[in-house]
């Protein structure tokens, strides 16, 4: 039984959806604003929510998290912890946000902006 298990599946399996996750957390981190269908942007949002936390806290094992999360890329961690991190040090949480755009022209999925505050 699967009762509580309110995660998104995107209709993938579990290595897929990872790297999806890990695929749009790198770009959200690296352009700070990716347009994206709504679903996956809902499922990415908590995932770079977290990343963003991990920055704000900036000891040596978030820094270690963060590149275990990112893919072993060091300038996306030292992107995340020098720049982006000390934006959100007063904010208590909330650092994304997602902005329709309105159905895709070609199957009508609706699109939106999953862009950094």
């Not at 995660?7 to 749009?24: E, G, P, T, V």
């Not at 995340?80 to 909330?94: K, Q, S, V």
């Not at 329709?100 to 999953?114: A, N, Q």
Request: hydrophobic share 35%; charged share 35%.
């Amino acid at each position: 039984m699967r009762h509580g298990k309110s995660r998104h599946k995107l209709s993938r399996d579990s290595a897929h959806r990872k790297a999806l996750i890990r695929n749009l957390c790198r770009e959200v981190i690296d352009h700070e604003r990716i347009q994206t269908s709504e679903a996956k942007a809902k499922a990415a949002k908590p995932a770079v929510e977290k990343l963003i936390t991990l920055g704000k806290r900036g000891d040596l094992h978030a820094r270690r998290q963060a590149l275990s999360a990112l893919g072993q890329d060091k300038f996306l961690v030292h992107k995340l912890f020098d720049e982006i991190a000390p934006r959100y040090e007063t904010r208590p949480g909330g650092y994304t946000r997602i902005t329709k755009l309105g159905p895709r022209r070609s199957d009508s999925t609706e699109m939106v902006f999953l862009e950094l505050v």
